[in-house]
C-alpha cells in the first residue's frame, strides 16, 4: 500500500491497481482529493506492473461533487481538469466503482474514467443546478454523449440523483456489481477489460448521439417552453441548457469552453451564493447548540394523530411514507371514513400519475388505523394533536393524553399559533410536550417547525429532529412566540398590504410586485387559494372590512370562484370590477386620500416589515439564527431560493439602507414601524446578520 496523500492511497491487487479515496463526510473534492486522484493515478500509470485501474470511494458514498466550501477561495493544489485529464488520458484502462451518490464533480471525474461500475443501491446526478450552478468540469458535455441530449436537459435541469440500475440502462454505468461487494467486482470487472483487450472509452470522442440533436433546435425550444413555468426566475436552468445545446453544435472543446464561461458567470453571481448559502443554512439548521449530538434519541415506532380533517390526514401519510404505523383518532365515524377517504384518495392520484403501484397504496393505507376514542393511542410513542385552533380543546386533550399514554411517549402539538408552555403545563410531564408545526399540504411542504417550550427535554427536541430527517422534512427549532417565526413574519406582510389596499394600491397590484420578486403568489391570491372565509363568521359579519363585504358575496376564494380576483373555469385569475369598486367605496368612506404606491414601495413595505420582524425574532432568542428563518422562509413560504431568504436578502440590500427606510415608515405610520434594536446595533458596528454568533 502506498499512501499517496492524507485522502488516497494506492494499493494493487495482481495486476490491478486500486486508487482509495477517503475525505469524510462525503469525500467531497478538496485540494486533497484533486491531488490525490493526480498523483495516485500518475503513480498507478507509472507502475509497470498495473495494467488497469480501479477508482474508489471508502465511508458512505463516492465523491459528492466538487468541496463547495472551497468555491471562492484561492486555487490550490492540482485543478479537477489537471485530475480529469491524468484519469482520461492514462494508457490503462481507469474504472470508477461507485456507491451511495457520484455527484456533481464526483460524476464529472466517473465520466472522465474509461468505465463506470456501481451497486445497485448508488446513485448518479449532476445536482449543480440547485446550488444556481452547472456542472464546470465537463458534465454538460460529456452527459449527453452518453445519454443524449433530452436526457442530459432533463437531468441538468433537475438535479435528479437518478438510480444505478436507470443509469446502467442508459449507459451511463457500465456494469452492475453485487450490493456490498463493489471492490471485488470492480476488480474483477477491470481483469475482464484487460483480458478482453477493451478500448480505452473516451465519452469526449463518443459523437453519435449529439450528431444525432444537431439541426433540431426544437428539441430545446419545446424544453424551455414545457419548463417556463418551472425555470420562472432562475438563471442557472437556461445556462445549463445552453451549455447542452454546445455540446450537440460545437466540438468538444468549443463546448467545454462555453461551459467555463457561463459557469463562472454563475459562480460569481448573486444566485449561486444565495442558493449555496441556503445549502448550508438547512444543514446548520439541524445543530442545536444546547442540545449535544449524542443526545439519546427515544424510538418512534407508533405514531398516533388526533383529528382526521385536511392536516391530520396530511400529516399521517408523511408517516405512513416512511413505513410508520399510525393511529388516526376522530370523534365520528364520518368525518373518520372522510378522512381515511381523503388520505386514499390522495396516494390512488399518485398511482395513476405513476408515482408508485396500487401494491404500495394498499400496503400504506394498511398501516393506519381508525379510531374513535384516545385511549387507542396508549401504545403510542409519539401524538401529534391536530385539531382546531382552540386552547380549551387543545388542554382538554392534553389532559386525556397525559393519562392514557404510555411513560416517554412525545406529546405534540401542531398549533400555528397557540402558547404550547400552556399546554404542556396541563400535563404532569411538559418535559415530553413539544410543537411539531406542519404546513399544508402537510404531505408535501418540506418544513417542519419544531417548537421547543422552557420544560422541552433535550432528548424530546434531538428525536423530533431525526425524526423530521427520515419522514422528509427540512426541520427547524424555533421557540414558542405568536406565530412562531413563519407567521409572525407574514403577518407583517399581511399587515402592510392591507394597509396599502386602504392607502390605493390594488390587491393584483400588490400580488404582482411579489410574483416578479418570486413568491409563487401574492397575499391576495394566497387568501383566495386558503377561503376568504377562514375564521369568518356569517352570522356575525357586518361588512366592516373589505373581506367581510367581499364574503358576504359569498366571494369566498377560488371555491366559489371569486375573491379578491375572478375565476374563469380554470381557474385563472382576473383582477375583478367588482373587487376595485369595493375597495374604491370603503377608502372613500373612510374619507383617506388614495394615492399611487409604487413597486418599490410596495416592496419595502411588505418585505421591510419581515426583515424588522425576523430581527425582532432573533433578538427574543426565538430562533437560534438568522439562516433558520432564512430556512422557514425558503421552505415553507415561497421565499425564492435564489434569493436566500429574507434575512440573506437583507444583508444584499444593506442593512443602513433597510434601516433608513423602516425609520421613515416610523414618522409617518407610527409604532408598528419601530426597528428592532437588534437592527440598529448591526448598523451602528457596520454588520449584517451574516455576522451575528
Ligand atoms: C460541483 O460539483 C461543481 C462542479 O460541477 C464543477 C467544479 C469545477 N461540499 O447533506 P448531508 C457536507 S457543485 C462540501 O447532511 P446526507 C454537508 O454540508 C457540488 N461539503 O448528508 C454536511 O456537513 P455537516 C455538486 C459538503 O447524507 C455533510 O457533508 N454536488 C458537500 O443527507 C453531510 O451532508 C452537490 O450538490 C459538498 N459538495 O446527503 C451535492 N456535500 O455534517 C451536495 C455535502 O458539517 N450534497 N457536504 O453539516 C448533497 O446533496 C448531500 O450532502 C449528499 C449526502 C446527498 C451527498
Redesign the pocket.
Known sequence: MTAINSAAELTTQGDVAILSLNSP??N??SAGVRDGIHDGIKAAIADPAVKAIVLICEG??FI??????EFGGAAKGAS?FDAQAMIENSPKPVIAAIH??A????L?VALACHYRIAVPSAKCG???V??G?????G?TQRLPRIVGPEKALEMVTS?Q?VPAEQCHRVGLVDEMAKEGNLKADAIAFAEKLVAEGRPLKKVRDQNDKVEAARGKPEIFADFRKANARKFRGFKAPEYNIQCIEAAVNLPFDEGMAVERKL?VELLTGEQSAAQRYA??AE??A??IPDVPDDTPIRKIEKVGIIGAGTMGGGIAMNFLNAGIPVTIVEVQQEALDRGLKVVRGNYERSAKNGRFTMETVEKRMGMITGALSQDALADCDLVIEAVFERMDVKKEIFTNLDRICKPGAILATNTSALNIDEIGDVTSRPQDVIGLHFFSPANVMRLLEIVRTDKTANDVIATSMKLA?TIGKVAVLVGVAPGFVGNRMLAQRGRESQKMVLEGAMPWDIDRVLYDFGFPMGPFAMSDLAGLDLGWVKSESKGATIRDQLCELDRRGQKTGAGYYDYDENRNAKPSPVTEKIINDFVAKSGANPRTISDDEILERTLYAMVNEGAKILEEKKAIRASDIDVVWVNGYGWPIYRGGPMHWADSVGLPKILARIKEFEATMGEQWKPSPLLEKLVAEGKGFKDLK
Open positions: 463526510p462525503v467531497a473534492l458512505r458514498t459528492a461533487g466538487a468541496d463547495i466550501t479537477l451511495g451518490t455527484l456533481g464533480g464526483g464529472e449532476l445536482p449543480e440547485n446550488l450552478l452547472l456542472p464546470g468540469a458534465g438535479g440523483h459557469f445549502f448550508f444543514r446548520t439541524n445543530k430527517k
